[in-house]
């Protein structure tokens, strides 16, 4: 059993929990996941490592609120405990030895770009963060990316934060601006990190995306996660999730990106209406 030590929310559909668990802490490293479940009879889902304290033996994960088991997770209160909580798994990102690099996060993909930017920075690289969301209110983590970051650009689709426009938008402007990267990083919903990749691959930039966005089971067995890169099939939880963002086949994955939402609405709905009952 892991305990809750710490539960804020971040904006309505987005949690942030810090959670008990120092051999996980212990190991742990940005790009990296755990599986959790939240009772014996829950299912298993992959959460990224958003942050930890190796010292404190406290692992940080921010889960957006889209089926039933993060309803469930969503549910529990500081104190209380999350049955099962494994890792760290996932191949960790590869950041040493970088000078210069952009970091793109998209959403709630900012959780797990974090981390990425906190490495970069306590490496003593240069780093660029651009992260986009579609509105004011969804704004996730903007104290925590400014202080690890050499450049902050902050977008969003309607203008009520930031500037009005895409990441590509900003990263492109600072491409131009002169900036040379060793490396973009991009991080979000797969969509954004196409369009990244695409833009980059004009500049002969290096890019590396997280294909975390795709993972359902976080073994390789359900066989959810898989993709082609470089004409090769891979699977995000057991060969990544990071990737050469030039190589992947993103209309591939974007095929696939719809066949579970029906179903996750459902099983979010049903959990809510379980909440209620027991309220009652």
């Known amino acids: 059993m892991y305990k809750i030590v710490e539960k804020r929310e971040l904006n309505p559909t987005v949690t942030l929990m810090k959670v008990e668990a120092p051999f996980v802490a212990r190991k742990a490293e940005p790009g990296q996941f755990i599986i959790l479940r939240v009772d014996e009879e829950g299912e298993r889902i992959p959460l990224t490592v958003a942050d930890f304290d190796r010292e404190a033996g406290t692992v940080?994960?921010?889960?957006?609120?889209?089926?039933?088991?993060?309803?469930?997770?969503?549910?529990?209160?500081?104190?209380e405990y999350i049955h099962?909580?494994?890792?760290?798994?996932?191949?960790?990102?590869?950041?040493?030895?970088?000078?210069?690099?952009?970091?793109?996060?998209?959403?709630?993909?900012?959780?797990?770009?974090?981390?990425?930017?906190?490495?970069l920075h306590a490496l003593g690289a240069e780093v660029h963060s651009i992260v986009g969301f579609r509105n004011k209110g969804l704004v996730i983590l903007e104290e925590e990316f400014r202080a690890v970051s050499d450049v902050y650009k902050l977008m969003s689709d309607d203008g009520t934060a930031g500037e009005k426009g895409l990441v590509t938008d900003a990263l492109k402007a600072l491409i131009e601006a002169g900036n040379q990267y060793d490396e973009v990083i991009a991080i979000g919903p797969v969509v954004m990190m196409k369009f990244?990749?695409?833009?980059?691959?004009?500049?002969?930039?290096?890019?590396?995306?997280?294909?975390?966005?795709?993972?359902?089971?976080?073994?390789?067995?359900?066989?959810c996660c898989r993709l082609t890169v470089a004409g090769k099939t891979k699977f995000a939880c057991v060969d990544g999730p990071d990737f050469d963002g030039h190589e992947v086949d993103y209309d591939e994955i974007l095929k696939r990106a719809s066949t579970y939402r029906e179903f996750e609405q459902r099983e979010r709905e049903a959990a809510c209406n379980l909440f209620k009952k027991e309220v009652r």
């Open 60 to 79: 940080t994960i921010i889960f957006q609120i889209v089926g039933g088991t993060t309803e469930r997770l969503n549910h529990l209160a500081c104190g």
């Open 84 to 119: 099962d909580f494994v890792g760290p798994l996932g191949e960790p990102s590869k950041v040493e030895g970088l000078k210069k690099v952009a970091v793109v996060g998209g959403g709630v993909g900012c959780a797990i770009a974090y981390p990425v930017a906190k490495k």
């Open 196 to 223: 990244v990749s695409l833009l980059t691959k004009q500049y002969g930039i290096r890019t590396t995306v997280s294909m975390n966005p795709i993972m359902i089971d976080g073994t390789g067995m359900c066989g």
